[in-house]
């Protein structure tokens, strides 16, 4: 019997849950795609599950700025079931437009609902569709990113320069080891274009909670799930999908915890 169970968020411009919820579902667990109506219409349904992922898109067409629609409609509409379900030891995953909500929800880096940081337009000025290679912090807290060193993964988002209100909060992220994943280049330089894809700061291309439990990230770990995902997948001897690492980082801990 499966018991990680995961809601994949859809509606209003998300466009990504049906590879969300494969990804959790090769990686071990269960998912049900929810819209986020009905979330917020009955925010007790949280209670039925353990992992809650806003997957990518352009929710609400991004028409106030990235995913800030979401971001309210969800503080206002469901913030003390999302408090609960932190609080009580769930996980978060938030990935591109998801990510984008969960800061300015407040729910990174600091889930108190009080909005440190942004993820804004890219400094190209322009819509990036490539593939980046991640460094991860093996330090970092982060539930997702255990045991993993360097990933590859897709990103496409005309809005995600890491920014953060401050000097001090970049110092706590870095003392907390709170940046879970950068952006590298061949030498291994983080504000290099196009490594960097989008010009954030320090290359942040990810970030947890001091607990380890709610992350987010632009880049795409659901659509690297197949060896033949990657552009080199002829080159690398059949091995692939290693977005799933990050999924089954996420179940296998929600199992661990039952």
Sequence with gaps: MVRASAMVLDGYGINCPYETAYAVRASGGEAKIVHVGELIASPKILEE?????????FSFGDDLGSARVLANRLRHGAGEA??????????????????????????????????????TYNSSGKFED???????????????TKGIEFLDLPVRHGEGR???SGKEVVEEMLGKNLIACQYI?????????????????????GICDESGRVFGLMPHPEAY??????PLWTRNGGKGGEGLRMFRNAIGHIESCL
């Excluded at 490539?130 to 997702?144: E, M, Q, T």
Aim: glycine fraction near 16%.
């Design 82 to 119: 999302l408090r609960g379900f932190i609080g009580s030891g769930k996980l978060v995953m938030g990935i591109c437009n998801g990510f984008q909500a969960l800061v300015k929800m407040g729910l990174l880096p600091v889930p108190d609902f009080r909005q440190r940081v942004t993820l």
């Design 185 to 205: 280049g061949p030498g291994g330089d983080v504000n290099t274009y196009p490594y960097n894809p989008n010009g954030s700061v320090g290359g942040i291309a």
């Design 162 to 164: 890491f920014v953060p």
């Design 49 to 57: 599950y353990n992992l809650l992922i806003l997957p990518g898109g």
């Design 225 to 230: 799930n197949h060896f033949t995902n990657h």
């Design 130 to 144: 490539r593939w980046v290679r991640l460094a991860i912090n093996g330090k970092s807290p982060c539930v997702f």
